[in-house]
């Protein structure tokens, strides 16, 4: 299984589309069997939900995603975890564990706007 973690720094990002990049998981029989990093493509309206199944991820994990992307998704037949947050390291060890839980989105839709690749402000803040 390879999981997308939408990640910002050691962090799992808290708005899925505006990170600045995607930590790809392989875990197979509760091992990680492999890591990769990819910068995120930019935020248009389909284009990440293509990029990340280019990579073949099976699951998008983030903190927070709107109803939009969560659709692109499930059209791709990928799955979505929301509600995710903490230390990458943390989440991984769950992923391999297969306790991961997904939770609420944790930010309203367009609050995003300023966060991550374009940090001017909206719901999180360095």
Do not use: W
Not at 6 to 14: E, N, P, Q
Not at 64 to 88: N, P
Not at 89 to 102: D, M, Q
């Amino acid at each position: 299984m390879r999981y997308a973690i939408a990640k910002d720094g050691d962090v799992v990002s808290a708005h899925f589309g505006r990170c600045p990049e995607y930590l790809l998981v392989d875990v197979e029989n509760s091992k990680i069997t492999k890591e990769q990093i990819v910068m995120n493509p930019g935020h248009e309206p389909g284009a990440i939900p293509h990029f990340l199944k280019l990579h073949k991820a099976d699951v998008v994990i983030a903190g927070g995603m709107g109803q939009r992307a969560i659709q692109f998704f499930k059209e791709l037949e990928m799955d979505v975890m929301v509600g995710v947050s903490g230390e990458i390291a943390t989440i991984k060890k769950n992923l391999a564990e297969g306790t991961l839980k997904s939770g609420e989105s944790t930010c309203d839709p367009k609050s995003g706007r300023g966060y991550g690749l374009d940090r001017q402000g909206g719901c999180h803040h360095d």
